[in-house]
């Protein structure tokens, strides 16, 4: 009942003057809570004390004597000190006490006029004025509750204000104070330079934190759940205590609510600035459970935590800017462990946030990363905290259980809490949710019922994936009818009893039918049905997420179609509204739903994964049929992929997402397809035919051609398998693999390499006829290899390297080095996977398990190691043996090691414990080596001159066998468990039957054989060659049946691939080489040193590109023979030797001869030899013998004139004089008379020419030149270089200039005179260092820079420089063409020649030369283009 309003009267407020007006206030509000405590009516009379009201007219004169003191004594002082002081009363506060005091005095003047009254009306009225004076109360009592009732709200609100104040001003802080960090951030990051910024914004990373857009569907936990273990994290977050362990393990089955817990944990962690990072794996997304990226995307985030913490990762990254793609022991500790350590000055704990670990692929990664923190954390000065969740999956329930990891972690199983606890949790959640669903929909309440809500509860049982999908379910329905979705969820029969998931796959059943159910008033449902089952699987095989777009473009549907589909399966896939956002499946247990049949019996909805996988790379294939050459529109294949302007623009519009998905993916879909597909065989071989090269040239566009490697090989071995396999098809993905891996670095920064270098500079083969037309006109005139070399990679490591062996599995080699290194390697692509450190001495025998999950090494110190190698930690040492271990081998069931020592013992040990088993004696022979039979029973090992057999089923010696003194140095047993096979430094091989110990056969070889491979179908032997190469041999009929001709480097170990298509070779260069090992030569008895490659001293060449010559020796003072090649046709070259060395050679113009100096005499009486050759029948045509003088040791001294009719050359006639005595001779080469012969004072001439009109001679070294004219028989002109040079030879990283031939380009005016001058240019690095007097207008020379041969056009000496960067140079030239790394001349030796339109190189390890149509070259390329820095190709692993 609301207050009744009076008219309002002025108290009389005079008699306060003097109250003080705080005291009053004080006063007044305590009578004010005593007096709303006490108001009676109800309460009023209390405040009275005691008031005896007796009848109406002395209740009346109460009352008003009560109201009249309370607003005296209380009111009026209030509102005086609210009106006339300076005290803090609010104006709230003022008015209500104003309005309080108004209505008091209309009551008081109400009852005095009530009062008032005659005593007859008093008498009359007395039973309603009882009433009034009770309404008088009550309006008393209202007025006061209705002040202190107001005086609550606005306290309420002001606290509220209050606070509101506060945090604006905490918040004004909490912003300046980030505007002043955000300056020093910036202040310190422009101190970092654009180079260190760009190598941060390069390093790989996923988007994997936990609000990133890859997650924009998944939450935290439901507000008021898992209370308890959200306390329980943030407990051992906060917790100080150093013994705390520093991992939080959160396992739990799927389902259970980790990645919400993670999810939360990491949110507010963020809130707090705690958290240091988070990754959030996911098995639906290529990047986020690719676990070489997880390490440098927790680095990054990292850095984002202090600037300074910033610039040390770039510090990181600028001395190995590769390292983000490093094996994860040195990413973790190069971009995570070091700048840590160095940046140590964190107060607060850093907390990092790892989820869902065992949907990291593959599981050895998730491994790695358990082990790299736990051996890691420790070493962390910064107070780091790292909260991992994952399934109980056994790869990491046994990581955790290792020592490392149990003394560091904690761990905490989810679904061991008590499931009442849980249930309350779902409970709660789905109480909430539904009452959600029930505002939405206008449901009647309440809704649902109890015995729905807890029937639901029941079948979460402990999964909050089956709550939250659940919910989804019922309020997605399109008739918008949730009672009836719930109905369906609580009437559906659960199968599968026994299964732990079986609610969860019952609800997921629903789901699906419920989707299908949506179609049935569709005209065409059974298509409709079909496009949302082949949308559905796509979702669940893909190796990587799609949006709808894309996954609409690849399946070859229209988006609104692929739309639909999806619009009913938003329970269990994130479905996003943008069309050009992923599409995935909300939790990992709906695709494992689908793919196991005793989870999802029904036919209509389970995807069985043959199928799907052969569907999808038919799909992916005929979508590479859309991969077109040059697809960005470039226009000009020399280019450097990142000078191709605006390339990730550029292919956003050429590849959209789909093509490039099939083309990282659809290997890894045929890889589980079935080969009995003919559709896909189809598929598979029209790709061959028509797309294999544009595929490679788009991932070289992509930058994933690593990928190219792995593919062509599963593309290949999978059509193997296929019923009838075209021979041309495998060679063409043969060819393939060879030019990606013979050029993978180059063609990887060059998509166009692989047409303008890769190919033309194979040899004749199926890929580069089947795609002639791709290719450029052929420049290449002449020195492609006849056929791929048997050796298709080399790894160059620093080491002298030991025994290896390939993996069981055939996809890694471990190798042990004279460093004490065990080195792993990728089989496939080369790359270095690991190095383990451990043993203190050289590695002499390695052996991989039969799992290939360990690998046993010995080292000359009498130790053995067993290695986990995912880890990289070591298993158990092997201690007992007294001397080397020669050798070491895993049993075929892995459960034992054997090794065998000099100390004449053979040991077994249990290869998990590395506890000694048992121990053998020799009876002293020391072993050297040794070997174990197919069937693990037997081990051979090997003495100086005795082999042992040792069976390993009882703990007898060795059995010796009679071996005729031989000294072995080898042995392997074949597969028939009888024989094996012994090799001897005398260079003979021995077949035996070990069982009755008797010889049966030996042989001969050309080199002592020190290792024997046999291959694992047992039917070939490998055995290396004398001065290098292999030679492979017919167990079966012990006949050799062909050689791999390779460099001379020795062979040191063998071993061969399972598969034995590779055999892999150790070298005494400390390279590692991979054998094709089908591509043998059948000459299989040519002489040991057919195939050895000749060293090429000096190369020449007719100016009119005729004729080349080669002397070929191990240096330039040892040529014994020469080559010729006639360059108008493809014969081979033709071959002449001598007796006397030859030490230069020089052709004329013409070609038609050719000019040798020879070295001969003794070193006390040193002659010199000149003889000249007639080209066309290479018979000698001239010999002349200077007796009793010198010869020179440059190159310059010798040459013909322009004519052909003289020919000069120099000797040196006392090397005594201060600077030496040189002779000069012209003679005719028509008679062979001498012209003319001149003395000067040189001790050597660099440089001898003629001029064009053959009537001078030009002469110059580095400190002196001169011109000679023949008419006069004189000087014309001599003179000293300006500048002097004291080097006779280049610098050794020197790489030559090339030169045209002396011809009337070189023609020079020096000091206004017509002669000649000869320039000599060497550069070194970036620099060209000018050794020529005078020179102007010098002409065009080519150089090579990198594996790039550059053309300068010429110019003034001064737009070339001293010593200055030809990047600096005005005009940079024009660039001809990329040579292939192993066509590299070699800078030491005169090995290429320029004859002006032919560019003339020998092949580096290679008997041949090459031939580039420098002129055709001018008219393809544009006339210059930026030159890219270009590292020396030399420094690199040569494949």
């Not at 039973?127 to 009732?149: E, H, P, S, V």
């Not at 997650?215 to 008021?224: I, L, N, V």
């Not at 070091?338 to 998730?366: F, H, Q, Y």
């Not at 893909?542 to 009913?568: N, P, R």
Request: hydrophobic share 40%; glycine share 6%.
């Amino acid at each position: 009942m609301p207050i009744r309003q009076f008219p309002s009267a002025a108290p009389d407020l005079g008699r306060l003057d003097s109250v003080d007006p705080l005291s009053a206030m004080l006063t007044g509000l305590s009578m004010a809570k005593d007096s709303v405590t006490g108001l009676g009516v109800p309460g009023l009379e209390a405040a009275f004390g005691g008031l005896n009201v007796k009848d109406n007219n002395d209740a009346l004169v109460s009352f008003i004597e009560t109201v009249k003191h309370f607003s005296d004594t209380i009111v009026s002082p209030l509102v005086t000190i609210a009106t006339e002081s300076n005290q803090p009363i609010t104006p709230e506060l003022h008015e209500r006490l104003q309005t309080l005091a108004r209505n008091l005095n209309i009551l008081i003047k109400n009852t005095e006029r009530l009062l008032a009254r005659g005593s007859l009306v008093k008498f009359f009225m007395n039973q309603d004025d009882a009433g009034t004076i009770a309404q008088f109360n009550k309006d008393l009592d209202r007025l006061l509750q209705a002040f202190m009732l107001k005086g609550a709200i606005l306290t309420e609100v002001a606290v509220v204000q209050g606070h509101q104040k506060l945090e604006r001003g905490l918040e004004a802080v909490t912003n300046e104070i980030r505007r002043t960090e955000a300056a020093n951030i910036d202040t310190q990051e422009k101190q970092m330079s654009m180079a260190q910024l760009q190598l941060l914004r390069d390093l790989p990373r996923a988007q994997a934190r936990y609000d990133s857009q890859s997650r924009s569907a998944d939450r935290g936990c439901f507000e008021g759940t898992r209370t308890n273990i959200l306390r329980d994290i943030n407990n051992w977050i906060n917790n100080k205590d150093p013994k705390t362990p520093p991992i939080f393990w959160l396992c739990g089955l799927a389902g259970i609510g980790k990645s919400t817990i993670a999810h939360t944990i990491a949110a507010e962690e963020d809130e707090r600035h705690r958290l240091g990072a988070s990754f959030f794996f996911c098995r639906d997304q290529a990047e986020r459970r690719d676990p070489s990226l997880v390490f440098p995307s927790i680095a990054y985030q990292l850095s984002l935590v202090d600037p300074e913490l910033k610039k040390l990762l770039a510090e990181a990254l600028e001395k190995d800017p590769d390292v983000g793609m490093a094996v994860m022991r040195k990413q973790f500790r190069k971009l995570i462990t070091e700048p840590l350590i160095a940046w140590n000055k964190s107060e607060r704990t850093i907390v990092v946030v790892m989820d869902a670990l065992d949907e990291c692929s593959p599981e050895s990664g998730a491994e790695e990363i358990l082990v790299r923190w736990a051996s890691e954390l420790r070493k962390i000065p910064v107070p780091l905290k790292l909260l991992i969740t994952s399934r109980p999956e056994l790869h990491i329930r046994s990581t955790f259980q290792s020592q490392s990891l149990r003394l560091t972690s904690q761990p905490y199983i989810l679904h061991d809490i008590e499931k009442s606890v849980v249930q309350d949790d779902i409970e709660r959640f789905l109480r909430y949710r539904l009452v959600e669903i029930a505002e939405d929909h206008d449901m009647p309440t309440p809704w649902p019922t109890e015995r729905e809500l807890k029937e639901l509860v029941r079948r979460a049982d402990i999964l909050f994936i089956f709550a939250a999908t659940a919910i989804k379910f019922i309020a997605s329905g399109r008739r918008r009818d949730p009672q009836a979705r719930l109905d369906l969820l609580l009437n559906e029969e659960t199968g599968n009893r026994g299964s732990t998931y079986r609610e969860v796959d019952a609800l997921y059943t629903q789901v699906l039918w419920q989707a299908i159910r949506q179609y049935e008033e569709e005209e065409d449902v059974e298509n409709t049905q079909q496009v949302l089952r082949a949308v559905l699987e796509a979702i669940v095989i893909l190796q990587d997420t799609l949006s709808t777009k894309s996954l609409a473009a690849l399946l070859s549907l229209e988006l609104q179609i692929v739309q639909q589909a999806l619009m009913h399966l938003h329970s269990v896939l994130v479905v996003p509204e943008s069309p050009e956002d992923p599409v995935r499946t909300i939790h990992p247990s709906f695709p494992e739903f689908l793919i196991h049949p005793s989870r999802c019996p029904d036919p209509r909805f389970r995807i069985d994964a043959e199928e799907s996988h052969t569907r999808l790379a038919e799909i992916c294939i005929s979508a590479l049929v859309g991969l077109k050459h040059d697809p960005c529109g470039v226009g000009d294949p020399w280019l450097h992929n990142r000078q191709i302007p605006n390339l990730e623009s550029r292919l956003q519009v050429a590849l959209p997402q789909h093509i490039r998905y099939s083309c990282r993916h659809f290997a890894s879909h045929l890889l589980r397809a079935s080969s009995k597909s003919k559709a896909l065989l189809q598929f598979v071989e029209q790709f061959c035919d028509k797309h294999l090269l544009v595929w490679i040239e788009t991932l070289s566009l992509l930058d994933e051609l690593p990928s190219a490697i792995k593919s062509l090989r599963i593309v290949r071995d999978w059509y193997k398998t296929t019923a009838s396999p075209n021979q041309k098809v495998i060679e063409l993905l043969n060819d393939a693999q060879r030019v990606v891996l013979r050029s993978a670095e180059e063609i990887g920064e060059r998509s166009g390499y692989l047409y303008v270098t890769a190919l033309p500079f194979s040899p004749p083969c199926a890929l580069k006829t089947h795609y002639a037309a791709a290719l450029p006109p052929d420049y290449l005139l002449r020195g492609q290899p006849s056929r791929w070399d048997p050796c298709y990679f080399t790894l160059e490591t620093c080491a002298t390297l030991g025994p290896l062996a390939y993996s069981y599995q055939g996809d890694r080699m471990v190798v042990g080095d004279s460093h004490s290194a065990v080195r792993i390697f990728n089989s496939l692509t080369g790359r270095e996977m690991d190095t383990l450190w451990g043993h203190q001495a050289e590695v002499l025998s390695v052996a991989f398990s039969q799992d290939g999950h360990r690998v046993a090494s010995v080292d000359s110190d009498s130790t053995g190691i067993i290695w986990d190698t995912t880890t990289g930690s070591k298993l158990a040492t092997l201690e007992g043996h007294a001397a080397s271990i020669k050798f070491v081998v895993f049993t075929p069931d892995d459960n034992t090691v054997v090794t065998a020592s000099e100390d004449g013992t053979l040991r077994t040990w249990d290869s998990s414990t590395g506890k000694a088993l048992a121990c053998r004696s020799s009876r002293s022979h020391a072993i050297r080596a040794g070997a174990l039979s197919n069937d693990g029973y037997t081990v051979a090992t090997l003495a100086n001159a005795a082999i042992g057999i040792w069976n390993l089923r009882d703990n007898d010696s060795a059995k010796m066998m009679n071996t005729q003194s031989e000294k072995y140095t080898a042995v392997a047993f074949l597969h028939d468990n009888v024989r094996l096979v012994s090799g001897c430094s005398s260079k003979v091989v021995q077949l035996w039957d070990y069982q009755t110990k008797t010889l049966l056969q030996s042989f001969g070889v050309n080199c002592a054989v020190n290792s024997i491979a046999i291959s694992r179908s047992g039917a070939v032997m490998a055995l290396p060659r004398d001065k290098g190469g292999l030679q492979l041999w017919d167990t079966n009929t012990w006949s050799a049946v062909g050689m791999l001709k390779g460099p001379s480097n020795a062979v040191q170990f063998l071993s061969f691939s399972p598969d034995g298509s590779t055999l892999a070779s150790a070298m005494d260069d400390g390279t590692i080489r991979l054998w094709d090992s089908s591509n043998v030569d059948s000459d299989a008895h040519a002489p040991a040193h057919a195939d050895t490659n000749p060293s090429y001293s000096y190369l020449t060449a007719a100016a009119n590109g005729s004729y080349a010559v080669g002397l070929a020796g191990d240096d330039r003072f040892s040529c014994r023979s020469l080559k010729l090649w006639d360059l108008r046709t493809p014969n081979s070259p033709r071959t002449a030797s001598f007796v006397e060395p030859a030490c230069s050679v020089v052709c004329s113009s013409d070609g038609s001869k050719f000019a040798l100096m020879h070295i001969c005499g003794s070193q006390d009486n040193p002659l010199r030899l000149l003889s000249v050759w007639d080209s066309a029948s290479l018979r000698q045509l001239f010999e002349w013998t200077g007796r009793g003088v010198g010869s020179s040791d440059r190159e310059g001294g010798t040459v013909f004139s322009h004519s052909g009719t003289l020919l000069a050359s120099s000797f040196l006639l006392d090397r005594n004089t201060p600077h030496g005595s040189l002779r000069v001779s012209v003679w005719s080469t028509k008679t062979y008379t001498r012209q003319a012969e001149f003395t000067i004072q040189m001790d050597y001439i660099s440089n001898l020419a003629f001029s064009p009109d053959d009537a001078r001679l030009f002469y110059s070294s580095e400190s002196k030149y001169g011109v000679w004219d023949l008419s006069s028989h004189r000087h014309l002109v001599t003179g000293e270089q300006p500048w002097g040079f004291n080097s006779k030879r280049a610098p050794p990283e020197a790489r030559p200039l090339i030169m045209p031939p002396w011809g009337r380009d070189l023609a020079h005016n020096i000091k206004g005179s017509d002669y000649i001058t000869v320039a000599e240019f060497w550069g070194t690095g970036d620099d060209i260092i000018d050794r020529t007097a005078d020179l102007q207008n010098h002409p065009a020379f080519l150089f090579i820079e990198g594996d790039e041969i550059w053309e300068h056009p010429g110019g003034s000496k001064d737009s070339i420089g001293r010593s200055e960067s030809r990047r600096n140079v005005e005009d940079p030239g024009r660039f001809l063409c990329w040579l292939p790394r192993t066509w590299l001349p070699n800078p030491q030796q005169s090995q290429m020649v320029w004859t002006g339109s032919h560019l003339i190189l020998v092949v580096d390890e290679s008997d041949d030369i090459c031939v580039l149509d420098i002129e055709s070259l001018r008219k393809a390329k544009p006339q210059s283009r930026p030159r890219p820095t270009t590292a020396n190709p030399r420094s690199r692993p040569r494949p």
